[in-house]
Structure formats: structure tokens, C-alpha cells
């Protein structure tokens, strides 16, 4: 799954075992080669690989104010995270294990 969001700036891929790619794209046309920008480089390096996650991404999510990615499973119940960008920090204090999130799913 590749989100391709937030004006250009973030190029996040969640692969099917559950890790999550966050590259940072730049936000004009020159410069050295970027992930995706049309001048990639041969082994382009993420920003961050999340491993938070032990099943197949199924949503991913940024916010309006591309400060927060959420990115979850919908093969596990409660198997979601929150991503704070740009440093690509993950919040530890939720959810937490008392909170019941159920089955991950978009809507609209």
C-alpha cells in the first residue's frame, strides 16, 4: 500500500508483514535524487522503517495538518499506530492495552 499524500512531502509504503516505509520528499523539483521524485536514487533510504505492526498494512492515513500518520492492520483487532511527523515518532501511550479499537477500516 503507498500513500501518496500531504502535497508531495510524505511517501509512506506499508508492505505486507507489517513494516512501514516513511520517505521524505523534497518539497521543490531540484536537488539531489529523492524516492519517487522522477530522479530516484539506486537504493533510496526511508526516513524511518516502523515495526510496530506483525500483519499486513490495510490503512494508512495523514492528517490534514501533515503532522500525524495513522497507519493500521485489518487482519488483527486493536493493531493500529500513530506516527508523529516529520521525526516519524511513534505514540507509546496509545492506544493501550485496555483500550478496545476492534478491526481497522476506512471510512470516507
Known amino acids: 500500500m503507498v500513500l ?3 502535497g508531495a512531502r510524505w511517501i509512506t509504503i506499508g508492505s505486507q508483514s507489517g513494516i512501514i516505509s516513511v520517505y521524505n520528499r523534497p518539497r521543490s523539483s531540484g ?3 529523492h524516492v519517487l521524485t522522477g530522479r530516484t536514487k539506486e537504493n533510496p533510504k526511508p526516513v524511518r522503517a516502523l ?5 499486513a498494512i490495510g490503512v494508512i492515513k495523514l492528517s ?7 497507519v493500521a492492520s485489518k487482519g488483527k483487532q486493536d ?5 508523529h511527523l516529520p521525526g516519524c515518532a511513534v505514540y507509546q501511550n496509545w492506544p493501550t492495552s485496555g483500550t478496545t479499537l476492534g478491526r481497522a477500516k476506512v471510512i470516507g
Not at 490534514?64 to 495513522?70: E, F
Not at 493493531?79 to 506516527?83: C, F, G
Open 4 to 6: 501518496k499524500n500531504g
Open 51 to 55: 515495526e510496530q505492526l506483525t500483519t
Open 64 to 70: 490534514p495538518d501533515l503532522q500525524v500518520l495513522t
Open 31 to 33: 536537488g539531489s535524487g
Open 79 to 83: 493493531s493500529l499506530r500513530m506516527v
